[in-house]
């Protein structure tokens, strides 16, 4: 066993800290107080290459390891989810899907702009009633011989406003239920595609988040991913590694809020002395502490089975589910650290605590997390 | 045309300091090494003339006196944009000690501008850069804030008393940096942190220079005085304090 980080590893790490804390840092309250999107920020984001940091280099990105991606994931979620969040959807998702299950052509057309960072992707794949169910789609991809007609709507579509590439999840065959379903590629700018009004949340508030309508939208064939019907199989294989993104967003989150935690107690006196010196405090502090680090061990365990070509499925379920249910219980502990201040904006960790629940709900809810990890411990 | 980067391997401005127990060494147990915050801004500026250039600019290459264990902040500058870098394989002893190894190992090499942040964070002795010069027999400028190149001249801006100075110099020349010379450091990019595996790090042997200094004990600073609250209402106590205690009016 092997607990040490590359140099690489951890120049990455470092660069995800010092963008995150001189980029993001500076107006990230602002910026979550009225829903402003980081157009300047994700651009910065892309020079650097962190849109893009997994993809292989020949089709123009970072060539990084999952390892290196949990560790850039955690640094910047420390600062900012609604920016991290962006960054999971083009790697874990978009990125990876493509660049696992694409053809050359659509590699070179759709995947090396996406990894050069300079078009955004998004996953759409729930829709108003089918969000965790995913076999029930009610988007319709029917097939028209050379292309699809696209129709439906799509819901909580994560960069839905600002990327430019869609993987669409719709239903081809409902006769054959989740066996008829295909993954499409969809340019946002083709006629008949339209956004819903932005989603006004409660937290992630900088992200942007939109439902999107379909109305005969015109597909070719060369856009679908994989064979006819592959696309059910091509959302959950993409979602496995979905979980590592949104599990390190979290572990972000936990972590960042333990940082604030630990010093604020350092400097806030009560009773004659600094409050991490009351064993309330100090306990409070040990516990998070216990839970980050697990949930740490957990994100890179399923990060190392990836990069290791291992089967990663349930880890990374059990990763999601820990990492997204610790990060709403340390939140909320370090709000209750921080008293009065916690419940403000300035002091950064009720912004946190509310990012935190959008972990225990997207790409996957923690209830969902249990279903894929029981059945397989009883399969 | 080419320039020469000097780069210090410093503690993390944020490391606690410490000793060993008869104060004669530095505890490095768990220090992390960082780039010189200088040197990292000097870097930054030499890649951003050598961007600028149009190709006049061949390359960027950083120096450092250091065992194997600065060799992660060495590859951290060729991550940023450095071309390649040279390592003098010793202990990096005092400011005379780096400044004549450096000398010896790239005077052949003829740079063209040369620079050295102004102070190293660590033991701030402030005196590489000038030192550098003097061994090379060329001139130095110091505390520089600004360093253009327009019409291949090299235009140069120097802080000073209640201003600046701008002056132009011949190549070659060590400008000594001062903050203000780019606004941020450059952070890595996914590309760089890839390519700086492959860029050249030539580990050279130390050239034979006697130390002129040998280094006896470190004191850390007193510590602080608990804080006297006094309260608003009672100023005659506290001039009473800052008189009779403190001695400070």
């Known amino acids: 066993m092997n607990f040490e980080f590359t140099e690489e590893q951890l120049m990455i790490r470092q660069a995800a800290k010092d963008f995150a804390e001189r980029v993001l840092l500076p107006d990230v309250i602002e910026r979550d107080e009225h829903a402003i999107f980081p157009t300047e920020h994700v651009k910065q984001l892309a020079e650097l290459g962190f849109l893009g940091m997994m993809t292989d280099p020949k089709y123009d990105g970072g060539g990084m390891d999952t390892v290196s991606y949990v560790l850039a994931m955690e640094e910047i979620s420390k600062i900012d989810a609604s920016v991290s969040v962006i960054m999971s959807v083009c790697n874990s998702l978009v990125n990876w899907g493509l660049e696992t299950y ?15 960072g300079e078009k955004i992707g998004a996953f759409l794949l729930s829709e108003p009633e089918a969000g965790s169910d995913a076999t029930s789609q009610r988007t319709t991809a029917e097939d028209k011989g050379d292309y699809y007609l696209l129709n439906g709507t799509k819901n909580w579509i994560t960069n839905a406003a600002s990327a430019s590439t869609y993987l669409v999840i719709a239903q081809t065959n409902p006769e054959l239920k989740h066996k008829g379903i295909n993954a499409l590629i969809v340019e946002k700018d083709w006629p008949g595609v339209t956004l819903g009004p932005h989603e006004n949340k409660m937290g992630m508030r900088s992200s942007d988040t939109h439902s999107v309508m379909f109305t005969d939208v015109k597909v070719p064939k060369a856009n679908r991913i994989g064979e006819n019907g592959f696309g059910f199989s091509f959302a959950m294989k993409t979602l496995d590694g979905g979980r590592i993104g949104i599990a390190s967003q979290a572990l972000g989150l936990a972590s960042g809020a333990l940082e604030l935690s630990i010093k604020y107690s350092k400097e806030r006196k009560a009773f004659g002395t600094e409050i991490c010196n009351h064993q309330a405090i100090a306990f409070k502090l040990s516990d998070m502490a216990v839970k980050v680090e697990n949930a740490r061990n957990l994100c890179l365990k399923a990060a190392w089975l990836k990069d290791t070509h291992q089967p990663y499925g349930l880890i990374s379920a059990m990763a999601k589910q820990y990492c997204a249910d610790i990060a709403m219980e340390v939140t909320t502990e370090a709000v209750q650290i921080h008293g009065g201040y916690g419940y403000v904006r300035e002091y950064h960790v009720e912004r946190l605590m509310r990012e935190a629940k959008l972990t225990q709900i997207y790409e996957g809810t923690s209830e969902v997390q249990k279903i894929v990890i029981s059945r397989s411990l009883i399969k | 045309m080419k320039i020469l980067v000097c780069l210090g391997n410093v503690p993390d401005t944020t490391t606690k300091i410490r000793f060993n ?136 801006k120097r802080e000073i008393e209640g ?87």
């Open chain 2, 163 to 249: 201003g600046k100075e701008t002056l132009t110099i011949p190549t070659p020349f060590v400008a000594i940096i001062q903050k203000g010379i780019c606004i941020n450091p450059r952070i890595p990019a996914m590309r760089g942190i890839m390519m700086a595996r492959t860029k050249p790090l030539t580990v050279v042997p130390p050239a034979d220079i006697q130390l002129m200094t040998e280094m006896s004990v470190f004191e850390l600073p007193p510590a602080k005085g608990t804080c006297k609250m006094v309260d608003a209402e009672d100023t005659d106590k506290l001039v009473d304090l800052l008189h009779n205690e403190a001695k400070a009016i």
């Open chain 1, 102 to 116: 694409g053809n050359e052509e659509q590699k070179e057309k759709y995947l090396k702009p996406l990894a050069r």
């Open chain 2, 21 to 156: 127990s008869d104060m004669t060494r530095f505890d490095v147990t768990g220090v992390q090494w960082v780039i010189n915050p200088w040197d990292e801004l000097a870097l930054t500026r030499a890649i951003e003339l050598k961007e600028q250039s149009g190709g006049k600019i061949e390359k960027v290459t950083v120096v450092n006196v250091g065992k194997i264990d600065s060799e992660p902040t060495i590859r951290k500058a060729l991550a940023i944009g450095a071309d390649d870098a040279v390592r003098i394989d010793a202990d990096a002893a005092d400011s005379y000690f780096i400044a004549a190894q450096i000398a010896e190992a790239v005077k052949s090499e003829k740079f063209d501008i040369i620079f050295a942040g102004i102070e190293s964070s660590d033991y701030n002795a402030a005196s590489v850069g000038g030192m550098l010069a003097e061994f090379l027999d060329i001139p130095s400028v110091s505390s520089v804030s600004s360093v253009e190149i327009t019409n291949d001249e090299m235009i140069l």
